[in-house]
């Protein structure tokens, strides 16, 4: 099978997409694999694998690459005679605008590209905090407490707090306040990067567990990870972390990890279909409360699975193309018929 792995974008989180690349380059082995690189200014570029290290990207190195282009059916680049396609269903590693705003998921369909990614609409959710938790809602998984704000104005009754831009992951932006001013200064902060912020309560002794899943005909889980961390992990710490090749396993609960892929479940349903997330959790005196849902997770969470190689060929063998849509011009042709001509 041949993988394209698409990455970069113009997104605050840019960088940890490449180093997510860079991870799957030696984590997939059993599959033929391409890169194509979305530099800063949205261009395209067919970046040889030799050539993915990190240094590549931030000398400007990769310009000398070959330029691609997006067309029906795939990436093209010019040859001396016509156009040569990139052959391959499109994996879509872009971290946080770009990739999991719906833009990417968009194009793709349009293009009639297969593509492991967020289809548009739950894309939209699950970028924005505020609709991730509004679904969450709906659908019946639990949240922590929060409030979505637009400017200072509202102050809490107590800390500590947890402030967060709405449309950023990667902790890029995330404040935890312990007092009025920290909780000002955090809000200035999160502006910063977003025009709307979500303020969560922040619960001492709460346990943290990650789970990461796709669909081709049933679900396909990841082992339930339990985080150990301090009390928040910064852009640095993920930054490092994104490039993880294995996963420290604990014991969990088998009740525990049951309450997770029930979750998880209710959360993936049919609106995640064609993409692997991991879904973030939170766990107090026995109820599972959903943190973040990750649309691209970093490195795809390939740690969290025995045998990633497998899980993204079941899945790419489980994607279809949009339906399409057979348009006769029947209705046009009844008024000209009406209309006598």
């Known amino acids: ?22 991870t799957l380059k030696d984590k997939i082995k059993k599959h033929n694999l391409s890169f194509v690189f979305v530099d800063r200014n949205r261009d395209f570029y067919l970046i040889e694998k ?8 931030s000398s400007f190195e990769y310009k000398k690459a070959k330029k691609l282009n997006l067309q029906k059916g795939g990436f093209f680049y010019k040859k001396l005679f016509g156009n040569e396609n ?17 833009k990417i998921a ?4 349009f293009f009639g ?17 505020l609709y991730t938790k509004m679904y969450a809602k709906e659908i019946g ?31 890029i932006g995330v404040t935890i306040a312990k007092n009025k001013d920290e909780y000002l200064y955090g809000l200035d902060v999160a502006f910063e990067f977003d025009d709307g912020v979500i303020i969560e309560e922040f619960k001492e002794g709460i346990s943290e567990y990650n789970l990461a899943g796709c669909k081709a005909g049933e679900l396909i889980f990841s082992k339930v990870e339990k985080v150990n961390k301090k009390e928040f992990l910064s852009y640095d710490d993920k930054y490092c972390d994104f490039s993880r090749k294995e996963v420290e396993t ?12 029930e979750n998880f479940s209710k959360i ?58 057979e348009i006769d011009y029947s209705y046009i042709n009844k008024i000209q018929m009406a209309k006598g001509k």
Request: charged share 25%; aromatic share 10%.
């Open 86 to 102: 990139i052959n391959g269903i499109v994996l879509n590693l872009i971290h946080g605008r770009d990739g999991e705003d719906g």
């Open 141 to 171: 998984v639990k949240v922590l407490n929060y409030r979505y704000v637009t400017d200072n104005s509202y102050i809490p009754e107590s800390f500590p707090v947890i402030i967060k831009p709405v449309r950023l992951g990667s902790s």
């Open 1 to 22: 099978m041949n993988l394209i792995i698409l990455f970069g974008g113009s997104s605050y989180e840019h960088e940890i997409s490449i180093v997510s690349a860079i």
């Open 268 to 325: 993936y349903e049919n609106l995640f279909n064609g993409a692997l997330i991991r879904c973030d959790f939170f766990e107090l005196n026995g109820e599972i409360y959903l943190n973040e849902i990750n649309p691209i997770p970093g490195s795809m969470a390939n740690y969290l699975f025995e045998d990633f190689d497998e899980v993204i060929e079941k899945l790419s063998n489980s994607l279809k193309f949009e339906k399409r849509i």
């Open 113 to 129: 590209i297969k593509c492991i990614t967020p289809n548009i609409e739950a894309s939209v959710i699950s970028y924005n905090k």
């Open 250 to 261: 604990q014991k969990v609960d088998s009740i525990l990890e049951e309450k997770i892929k």
């Open 50 to 57: 030799e050539n993915m290290k990190s240094k590549y990207f």
């Open 106 to 109: 968009g194009m793709m369909q």
